[in-house]
């Protein structure tokens, strides 16, 4: 059992378009991020929701807008897709009562713009 | 806002070699400090972590990491490295109630 999956793995797409990525996480955490991770590997925050209340948003442009239904899920739509937005993007989760104690991610989505 | 630096951005040891990876933070009071290894075309896993108590902290595949307040420092190490550690390895420090990321370092090893 996959503890926090992210769907689709790998996205292939045209500037301009929208997309959605998806991200489930049963680990009964109640906390939940997204990450970026550019070409040369660093790594930056983008978004954390707690108990799907908005507590991180870093400066990121506003195509990319998250979305909480419930604590289990966070999803991430981009609208207008730039070629900058090519990146790996990795869900995580985490207890907040560990006070951003430990991470669990997913694999990795691969965002292709063209 | 804390930053994180890891000096080595690439490493190449030959198999058997022991390792240090370099970690720093910004600035101090109570920190939580992680290092993560990202396997080739894989997630981020954890490592080791250090809250609190005993500086000296081991984590999984014989890795060990120091903290030491004064200088800022948590640096990883292993006494004899293997090529299945051939990795990327990134240090974290908990802030704002996620974690920051050093810009990592790349561990080549060469059997």
């Known amino acids: 059992d996959t503890a926090v999956s992210q769907t689709p793995k790998y996205l292939v797409t045209q500037m301009g378009n929208d997309k959605s990525i998806k991200c489930e996480q049963n680990?009964?955490?109640?906390?939940m991020y997204w990450y970026k991770q550019d070409s040369k590997k660093f790594l930056k925050i983008m978004f954390s929701?707690?108990?799907?209340?908005?507590?991180i948003n870093e400066t990121v442009p506003n195509r990319f807008s998250p979305k909480s239904p419930d604590k289990a899920h966070l999803n991430l739509h981009i609208n207008s897709l730039e070629l900058g937005d090519s990146a790996v993007y990795f869900c995580?989760?985490?207890?907040?009562?560990?006070?951003?104690?430990?991470?669990?991610f997913g694999e990795g989505s691969r965002l292709t713009v063209l | 806002a804390q930053s994180v630096s890891q000096h080595n951005h690439h490493v190449i040891l030959s198999e058997a070699a022991s390792l240090e990876l370099g970690c720093n933070y910004s600035?101090?009071?109570?920190?939580?400090l992680f290092w993560y290894v990202q396997y080739p075309g894989q997630h981020l896993q954890l490592l080791l972590k250090?809250?609190?108590?005993?500086?000296l902290v081991k984590g999984i595949k014989g890795f060990e990491a120091e903290f030491i307040k004064s200088k800022f420092s948590f640096n990883l190490r292993k006494p004899s490295v293997q090529w299945s550690d051939t990795a990327e390895y990134f240090c974290?420090?908990?802030?704002?109630?996620?974690?920051?990321f050093g810009s990592g370092t790349r561990l080549q090893v060469q059997p």
């Open positions: 995580a989760s985490s207890q907040a009562s560990q006070g951003a104690g430990e991470l669990f």
């Open positions: 680990l009964g955490h109640d906390t």
């Open positions: 600035y101090g009071g109570t920190v939580n």
């Open positions: 974290a420090v908990n802030e704002r109630r996620a974690l920051t």
């Open positions: 929701y707690n108990n799907k209340e908005l507590i």
């Open positions: 250090y809250f609190s108590g005993d500086p």
